[in-house]
């Protein structure tokens, strides 16, 4: 099992979870994160620490949000890795909560 960044990280981009993690499975893309599935260890220490609270369990995603289970193992195997926190956009607090964001995803 794997944690998944979903939808409300797009133009979010929050980086508070990126120095709790253990193993530095994120990936930082233009405007979004993800998790390698594959080097996650399931150890839940990001999920409390996403402002945007955009971080879930693989098995707690919602139907609406399944799509970024795969979106994450895309991207994380072209996306630069991200170990560190950076500051947030500027407009970050705008975004979150808006729906239907996945149009703004940058790659």
Same mark, same amino acid.
């Given at each position: 099992?794997?944690?998944?960044?979903? /939808?409300?990280?797009?133009?979010?981009?929050?980086? +508070?979870?990126?120095?709790?993690?253990?193993?530095?499975?994120?990936?930082?893309?233009?405007?979004?994160?993800?998790?390698?599935? +594959?080097?996650?260890?399931?150890?839940? #220490?990001?999920?409390?620490?996403?402002?945007?609270?955009?971080?879930?369990?693989?098995?707690? #995603?919602?139907?609406?949000?399944?799509?970024? #289970? /795969? #979106?994450?193992?895309?991207?994380?195997?072209?996306?630069?890795?991200?170990? /560190?926190?950076?500051?947030?956009?500027? +407009?970050?607090? /705008?975004? +979150?909560?808006?729906?239907?964001?996945?149009?703004?995803?940058?790659?």
């Amino acid at each position: 099992m794997t944690f998944v960044v979903t /939808e409300n990280c797009i133009k979010c981009k929050y980086t +508070d979870c990126v120095e709790v993690c253990p193993v530095d499975c994120f990936y930082e893309g233009p405007n979004f994160l993800v998790i390698h599935p +594959d080097e996650c260890i399931d150890c839940a #220490l990001c999920e409390p620490e996403c402002p945007a609270e955009a971080i879930l369990s693989e098995d707690e #995603l919602p139907a609406d949000q399944t799509e970024y #289970l /795969e #979106l994450n193992a895309e991207l994380a195997e072209i996306w630069p890795n991200i170990t /560190e926190r950076k500051d947030a956009p500027e +407009d970050a607090e /705008e975004w +979150d909560g808006v729906q239907g964001k996945l149009q703004y995803l940058e790659r």
